[in-house]
Nanobody
Framework: QVQLVESGGGLVQAGGSLRLSCAAS????????MGWFRQAPGKEREFVTT????????YYAESVKGRFTISRDNAKNTVYLQMSSLEPEDTAVYYC???????????????????WGQGTQVTVSS
């Protein structure tokens, strides 16, 4: 069982930056691929980024590539999402999620993840 708690959301102006954190419980954090998804009002949850636990490779949605960076600190059981050059379109509730899957093509799918945090709101004003 893994419990995930996100933090770091808030209100920021367009062009600004935020860093989200996701703290995980459990001793096997390093054996989980960690992903970030987001859901804007009236829209479906969408993939943002993920990091495979095996290779440490990171994958990004095209909409955030070059602006967002995922990283993890296994010693702290924490995964981070550094967001820069934020746009109003990035406004959403951001969720972190954990999966024991390694396959990168599957890690873009929300159904691949077994555990989810409660989400943290990110609002970008224009």
């Amino acid at each position: 069982q893994v419990q995930l708690v996100e933090s770091g959301g808030g209100l920021v102006q367009a062009g600004g930056s935020l860093r989200l954190s996701c703290a995980a419980s459990g001793r096997t954090f390093s054996s989980y691929s960690m992903g970030w998804f987001r859901q804007a009002p009236g829209k479906e949850r969408e993939f943002v980024t993920t990091m495979s636990w095996g290779s440490g490779s990171a994958y990004y949605a095209e909409s955030v590539k070059g602006r967002f960076t995922i990283s993890r600190d296994n010693a702290k059981n924490t995964v981070y999402l550094q967001m820069s050059s934020l746009e109003p379109e990035d406004t959403a509730v951001y969720y972190c999620a954990a999966s024991q899957t390694l396959a990168s093509r599957l890690l873009r799918l929300s159904r691949t993840y077994d555990y989810w945090g409660q989400g943290t709101q990110v609002t970008v004003s224009s």
